[in-house]
């Protein structure tokens, strides 16, 4: 309790609740389609090792149902989306006359693209997510319109894309040229925003485990995105739920695509480094 009642004003203390033991993460094992084993829980990365020893994906924090809803594809409604994606990656579009499986072969092939993304692309210049390698191919490589960046299309394909990597550990880069934009998404990480005041850590990191109104806080890992949610019935793309987080603390939000989102997914992401790509996920 005293790392957040320290830090925090009337607010956070009236809507944080501690609830004891039955707040705590569940003690159970992920297993998708009894063969993907998903790591869940493990030793923080070295560079969170001040803040805390665990990472933990936000699958241990949801209830029964919702967690058995990701142990099957067929009970998993975001792989309806994944599947849409594979008939997308084998149709042309663009002005080439290209699909993605012309050049990139079956989609299976991108296995371990996704716990390394985002990561600094060299021909580019700068950090990229994998929205914007994406939309790169579309309008370098097919001469196709870009996707909007958190619309259908896209994330329709960041789902069939994780869901080939599933099992994979996080494995984001935050040294070498990476650094500067991860040090940019850290100090948003740890801004307040808002009325309310509340940084990314106030929630995910001093309260992971307590209760807010009628939600059990997670780590705010990203390993699970997208997630299918059952609040809103579809794919959530990793930097709506960014928007929607800073928009909950009552401040005006970074877009998504933006540098600031992108430096926070950067840092975030490497918050989870040593979890599974466990993507499409459920959530509520
Ligand atoms: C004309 C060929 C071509 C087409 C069509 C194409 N790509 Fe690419 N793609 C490339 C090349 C070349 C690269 C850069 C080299 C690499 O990383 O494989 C790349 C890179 C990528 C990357 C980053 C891979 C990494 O390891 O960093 C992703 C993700 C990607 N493409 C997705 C797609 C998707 C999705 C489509 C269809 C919407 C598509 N590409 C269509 C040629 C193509
Ligand atoms: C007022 C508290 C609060 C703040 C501040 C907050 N969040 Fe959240 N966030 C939540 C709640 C509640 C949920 C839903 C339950 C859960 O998974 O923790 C959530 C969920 C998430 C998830 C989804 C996790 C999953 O496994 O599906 C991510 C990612 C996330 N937040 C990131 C962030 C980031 C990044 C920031 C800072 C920009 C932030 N949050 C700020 C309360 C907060």
Redesign the pocket.
């Known amino acids: 309790m005293n790392k957040f009642t320290k830090g925090l004003g009337a607010c956070m203390t009236a809507i944080i609740v501690a609830s004891g033991a039955m707040a705590e993460p569940v003690d159970d094992t992920l297993v998708i389609n009894e063969e993907i084993e998903i790591v869940t829980r493990t030793a923080a990365p070295a560079h969170l090792s001040d803040v805390m020893d665990e990472v933990m994906s936000g699958w241990l924090f949801r209830g029964e149902e919702t967690r058995a809803m990701e142990m099957d594809d067929f009970d998993n409604p975001g792989m309806i989306f994944v599947e849409q994606a594979e008939d997308?990656?084998n149709t042309a579009?663009g002005t080439?006359g290209?699909?993605?499986a012309?050049?990139?072969g079956e989609s299976t092939e991108?296995a371990g693209?996704r716990p390394v993304?985002p990561?600094y692309?060299e021909a580019a210049g700068e950090v990229r997510t994998?929205e914007m390698?994406?939309n790169?191919?579309?309008e370098n490589?097919?001469g196709a319109e870009e996707w909007k960046y958190v619309g259908n299309d896209m994330v329709n394909?960041t789902a069939l894309?994780a869901s080939v990597s599933r099992g994979m550990p996080v494995n984001v880069a935050i040294d070498g040229p990476a650094q500067s934009t991860w040090e940019q998404g850290k100090d948003i990480y740890y801004t307040r925003f808002g009325q309310l005041e509340l940084s990314c850590s106030n929630c995910h990191e001093d309260n992971y485990g307590n209760m807010i109104r009628a939600d059990h806080l997670s780590q705010g890992q990203i390993n699970g995105f997208p997630t299918y949610r059952l609040k809103n019935t579809k794919l959530n793309a990793v930097q709506d739920r960014f928007k929607g987080c800073i928009r909950d603390t009552r401040a005006e939000t970074f877009a998504p695509g933006s540098p600031e989102f992108v430096a926070l997914e950067l840092y975030v992401g490497s918050r989870g480094n040593g979890l599974s790509v466990e993507g499409p996920s459920v959530r509520n």
């Open positions: 997308v990656w579009d080439e290209k699909s993605c012309d050049c990139h991108m693209v993304y990561k692309v994998m390698a994406i790169d191919c579309r490589r097919m394909m894309l």
